[in-house]
């Protein structure tokens, strides 16, 4: 059985008016996005470990990786095909006076059909901007989509962030690296630790590439032969410039970086 691949159920069962009001009026809670093939789920070990995680941090209460894990089934049943599917974690019993308060929380699952993100490498703005409590994928969004807009009404197609010290951290809503022709090197300014990272970082270690973690200057981006990012939708991404740097393209680097991901198995929902 097949169906468009559109569903949005909280708890398992069919959103309600109730549900999106509470979404609509209080913009607190955290995600996980994740592609969905053959209802399997690459990394869905460490998507599940980052909700349990956020969950305590935002709610202050644990929440059951296998509720978690029958939410999605139930979600994603209906299709046989290829899913994007987004686990919001919010709490409708959440007292906007009191947030400190443990709260129990409800679990949305939205699904369908992937996006298909254009392959061509992107030209990068950056901006001084460091998300609050960047090691949470949140859902406060608004800046990351803000300054992607003024990214593109600069010419340019995303936004890439430095912090106050002007290294880079991440990109609006991705992981970026760089390859400095012997390995990857990963920026360690604060930011979120994506699953799609974490795994490139696994492949790379599986298959022997080096690959390690520290500061990346914005005005220190020449001395690298290659940069790329990752997320969900596009584990692997050639980047052609940061403001007036540019890259030459590397396919053989985006090649052995997408084999790399493709190393990690795919985990039965």
């Known amino acids: 059985m097949t169906d468009s691949g559109d569903r949005i159920e909280v708890n398992g069962e069919p959103a309600r008016m109730e549900d999106m009001r509470v979404l609509a009026q209080t913009n607190y809670g955290h995600f996980s996005a994740m592609q969905v093939v053959d209802r399997c789920v690459r990394g869905l070990d460490l998507h599940l470990e980052r909700i349990a995680r956020a969950t305590r941090e935002l709610f202050g209460t644990t929440i059951d990786p296998e509720r978690v894990r029958a939410c999605l089934r139930h979600a994603v049943a209906c299709s046989a095909d290829p899913l994007a599917v987004r686990v919001n974690v919010f709490a409708r019993a959440l007292n906007r006076n009191r947030p400190a308060e443990p709260v129990d929380a409800d679990i949305l699952v939205m699904t369908a059909r992937p996006a298909r993100p254009a392959p061509a490498p992107l030209r990068l703005k950056s901006f001084r901007y460091t998300r609050d409590l960047p090691q949470t994928k949140h ?14 009404q600069a010419g ?3 936004a890439l962030f430095v912090d106050a010290g002007a290294c880079i951290s991440e990109g609006s809503i991705w992981n970026v690296g760089f390859f400095d022709g012997a390995g990857v090197v990963w920026p360690d300014a604060p930011q979120l630790t994506g699953v799609s990272m974490q795994l490139l970082q696994a492949g790379l270690a599986r298959n022997g590439v080096p690959s390690t973690v520290g500061h990346v200057a914005l005005d220190d981006v020449a001395r690298f032969r290659a940069a790329f990012f990752t997320n969900s939708s596009m584990p692997v991404q050639a980047i052609a410039s940061i403001d007036a740097h540019g890259f030459a393209p590397d396919p053989a680097l985006v ?15």
């Open 255 to 269: 090649s052995t970086l997408s084999a790399c991901y493709e190393t990690n198995p795919l985990q039965r929902i």
């Open 139 to 152: 859902v406060g969004t608004f800046p990351l989509f803000h300054y992607r807009r003024l990214a593109q």
């Open 156 to 158: 340019f197609d995303d």
